[in-house]
Each structure stands twice: as structure tokens, then as C-alpha cells.
């Protein structure tokens, strides 16, 4: 069965940095870009950035572009997303997707990570 | 970026009766090959986003076809025939054309 497994709830201080992972199983780690989204209480989901796990190739949100970081370990299958200088706007809950260009659209997703800011 | 609006924002529904949510765009999400980057998701209570229309009118593996999308460039619908319980949840669509991708305000379907 395929999986997208992602790290437990985070909690942190404004003006730290959060680390979330999104470990893949049962289909091969390089096939597919893993993209990162976010959605607070109520709210639609935000769409932060995405990796090729193949090449390692980025592309971010301008929204996130000076605060995001994405990076992958393929001798792990996991990708993760790390959001720098935290403010309290960033509490959500961060999901892992997969994309799959055959269908344009992501098909597998993550259980989803919940981050508080808070001081 | 591609502003995505949905309505209606809430959605009561008899079981066995039809819904349908509209979804619009503020740029043609057609592409130059033909399809139309739109996608429709359905978020059950305390589940993570799960994939039902792709590329406008396709449903994803395993999807009742109860189930449809259509739609021209900015202008989209999903219908649901014979509504079920466990149709309950919040309606996403989303549009995949061009970065950042971006998702509607969602439709919360409930049963009366």
C-alpha cells in the first residue's frame, strides 16, 4: 500500500523554526513530486511549494519564498519542509501531497502535521 | 495568482437528493492541450483532503459514480446524485494551471 507518513504536532515560539518530514512507502520515492501545503482552523489549504525527489529541483510560494525550505533524503524516501521565523499566522495544520502529472492532481496525501505558534 | 471562488458556502442535502457546487476561476484554467487544470477534493471531518475530479471532469480510482464534474474555462460545477451520509464533509476545488496553485473557499455539504 502506498503511504505518505508525516512527523507528530510541533509546537513553537514565535521567531523559531518548525521541521516537518513526509516519509513515502510502497511506490518508488523519484516518480512523483511531493508538494507541501498548509490550512489553518477553518480555512482553505494554502499551497507552499513543491520538490522533485528525483532531482532535487524546487519551487516555492512567494507567499513562503524567503521562509521555506525544502529538501529531500531519497535514501529515506522522506521529504521535509522547514518554515523559518514563525509567527502565530502560522499555526495549521501542514500537509505532504503527492503529484502525479499523468492526472495533474494530488492522489495521495499526508495525515496531515499540526503546528501551534504560540509564546 | 488565480483567484478560485465557490459557492454555495454551506450546503444542507436530503439523503437520496442531488447537490451541485460551482466553482469559478479568475483566468481560463483551459491549457494549450485541451484539458482544464481543475480539480475537486472532498475533506471529511478530521481527514486530510482526498482526490475526486481531476482535470475538470475525471473521476479518481474508486470514486462513485455518483460523482461528476464538468465545466468551460472559468466556469465549473460538481454534482452529486443520490446524496450520502457519508458524503458529509467540506468541497475543495482547486485549480493546477499555473503556481501558486489555488484552492476555492470550500462547500460544507451537510444532511438534513
Known amino acids: 500500500q502506498v503511504h505518505l507518513v508525516q512527523s507528530g504536532a510541533e509546537a513553537k515560539k514565535p521567531g523559531a523554526a518548525v521541521k516537518v518530514s513526509c516519509k513515502a512507502s510502497?511506490?518508488?520515492?523519484?516518480?512523483?513530486?511531493i508538494h507541501w501545503l498548509r490550512q489553518a482552523p477553518g480555512q482553505r489549504p494554502e499551497w507552499m511549494g513543491w520538490i522533485n525527489p528525483g532531482n532535487g529541483l524546487t519551487k516555492y510560494s512567494q507567499a513562503f519564498q524567503r521562509r521555506v525550505r525544502i529538501s529531500r533524503d531519497t535514501s529515506a524516501s522522506t521529504v521535509s519542509m522547514e518554515l523559518s521565523s514563525l509567527r502565530s499566522e502560522d499555526s495549521a495544520v501542514y500537509y505532504c501531497?503527492?503529484?502525479?502529472?499523468?492526472?495533474?492532481?494530488?492522489?495521495?496525501w499526508g495525515q496531515g502535521t499540526m503546528v501551534t505558534v504560540s509564546s | 495568482d488565480i483567484v478560485m471562488t465557490q459557492s454555495p458556502l454551506s450546503l444542507p442535502v436530503t439523503p437520496g437528493e442531488s447537490a451541485s457546487i460551482s466553482c469559478r476561476s479568475s483566468q481560463s484554467l483551459l491549457h494549450s492541450n485541451g484539458y482544464k487544470y481543475l480539480n475537486w477534493y472532498l475533506q471529511k471531518p478530521g481527514q486530510s483532503p482526498q482526490l475526486l475530479i481531476y482535470?475538470?471532469?475525471n473521476r479518481a480510482s474508486g470514486v462513485p459514480d455518483r460523482f461528476s464534474g464538468s465545466g468551460s474555462g472559468t466556469d465549473f460545477t460538481l454534482k452529486i446524485s443520490r446524496v450520502e451520509a457519508e458524503d458529509v464533509g467540506v468541497f475543495f476545488c482547486m485549480q493546477v494551471l499555473r503556481p501558486p496553485f489555488t484552492f476555492g473557499g470550500g462547500t460544507k455539504l451537510e444532511i438534513k
Open positions: 510502497g511506490y518508488t520515492f523519484r516518480d512523483h513530486p
Open positions: 501531497a503527492r503529484y502525479v502529472g499523468a492526472i495533474e492532481a494530488y492522489d495521495l
Open positions: 482535470l475538470g471532469s
